[in-house]
């Protein structure tokens, strides 16, 4: 599909490299223009065997399938390197590598006079223009500023004493990414049309406020904010209990997620109990009763739940048509029967690091070879002499 695309990624890090994998799995040549240090991702972990002199995992994930050359852009040397390889390339991702060489003002004017026909992808933090347009974040403190980390861990009973938290990984980085490579597509699309270039920016701010998309809109009706405070939600959250009765309970070999709000859900979720005395009781038989009990009730489920496996669980309740999944760790992942039926994830091997299983991609296209993993992650420089040279 895009096999005769040339690609040069300058940035480390994750969302520029995850958009430059994504497009490497199109088919793309995807030349990696690195730092004489190297990507800050070939350090940032997980290390083979605690070996923090090799090359991380993360680093290995995102850059599969892709070529390295090491430059240093504020030299003359590195400048003339850097412009023989823009002037073949189709397009340029950028993740803030140029904001550090204003004497060589690469603007996207300057880039189009060397390429007319290039396509120029920023990933900012917060755009060049407005306020912020100077400051810098982190996956921190971009996923706290977008309001996602408000509704973290759900209404609580004491908000002073209970801080919203960051989500797990790296949320914005990899959100981003994904968003950078659906704005490529649209200027890729456009340049069949017309034959244009262009200079696309991507905010990871405004690719992370996105994700509150159900509050903002819910506040558009004129409702209010979602709130934190657990006695201020009508269908609120205790110990991961969510509505009349639902969310994560715990098993004997981890937690399952339940979620029989409606009273038909409720009944076969009791049937499937074997219909416990306690659940007669007067204060459990309506949706609102049982809200009002919620705590009682949770106590009652769990000591249910404790003498079964997650996926039992999870199996008996799809088979009675409830909401009912296990909550996986990373480990169940690699056992889980979809995926594996799906051949979802991939196994390669590494020059130095053997056989290795990375994920694959979450879609299918008709009619066209997706490039899973080509070749491995280049060694820092490994394409120097090949792209640029005698070396």
Not at 74 to 85: P, S, V, W
Not at 134 to 147: A, Q, R
Not at 283 to 303: I, K, M, T
Not at 306 to 330: D, L, M, W
Request: aromatic share 10%; proline share 5%.
């Amino acid at each position: 599909m895009y096999e005769n695309l040339q690609i040069l990624e300058i940035g480390g890090g994750i969302s520029v490299p995850y958009c430059g994998k994504l497009m490497s799995g199109f088919g793309c040549e995807v030349i990696k223009v690195e730092e004489l240090a190297g990507d800050i991702s070939r350090k940032m972990g997980p290390f083979k065997k605690g070996d923090d002199h090799s090359e991380s995992g993360l680093f290995i994930a995102l850059n599969n399938g892709k070529k390295s050359v090491s430059l240093d852009l504020n030299t003359d040397e590195g400048e003339q390197d850097f412009q023989k390889l823009l002037r073949n390339a189709d397009i340029v991702i950028e993740g803030g590598v140029f904001k550090s060489c204003i004497e060589k003002k690469y603007t996207y004017t300057y880039l189009k006079s060397i390429n007319k026909e290039l396509i120029y992808l920023e990933v900012s933090d917060f755009f060049h223009n407005g306020p912020r347009s100077k400051w810098v974040s982190t996956d921190l403190t971009i996923f706290h500023m977008s309001g996602n980390a408000h509704g973290v861990l759900g209404p609580v009973e004491d908000p002073q004493n209970n801080p919203p938290v960051r989500a797990g990984g790296y949320q914005s980085e990899f959100l981003s990414g994904m968003t950078a490579c659906t704005a490529l597509m649209m200027a890729l699309y456009r340049k069949n049309m017309t034959g244009l270039g262009g200079h696309v920016e991507v905010s990871k701010y405004e690719a992370l406020v996105t994700q509150t998309i159900a509050g903002l809109a819910n506040m558009a009706f004129g409702k209010p904010a979602p709130v934190r405070d657990l006695s201020k939600v009508e269908e609120a959250s205790v110990g991961g209990m969510v509505g009349a009765v639902g969310g994560v309970l715990p098993t004997n070999d981890g937690y399952v997620a339940i979620s029989p709000r409606e009273d038909d859900q409720w009944k076969r979720w009791i049937d499937l109990m074997g219909s416990p005395e306690w659940a007669n009781e007067d204060r459990f038989s309506s949706r609102s009763g049982r809200q009002s009990n919620f705590e009682d009730l949770w106590d009652l489920v769990s000591n249910w739940t404790r003498n079964y496996s997650k996926h039992y669980i999870a199996q008996k309740g799809q088979e009675n048509h409830i909401p009912c999944f296990p909550v996986n760790t990373i480990e169940d992942l690699f056992e889980d029967d979809q995926f594996q039926y799906r051949n979802f994830f991939v196994d390669y091997k590494h020059p130095d690091y053997g056989s290795l299983r990375l994920p694959g991609v979450p879609y299918e296209i008709s009619n066209m070879e997706l490039h899973l993993i080509s070749s491995p992650a280049p060694f820092l420089g490994e394409h120097n002499s090949e792209l640029l040279g005698s070396y």
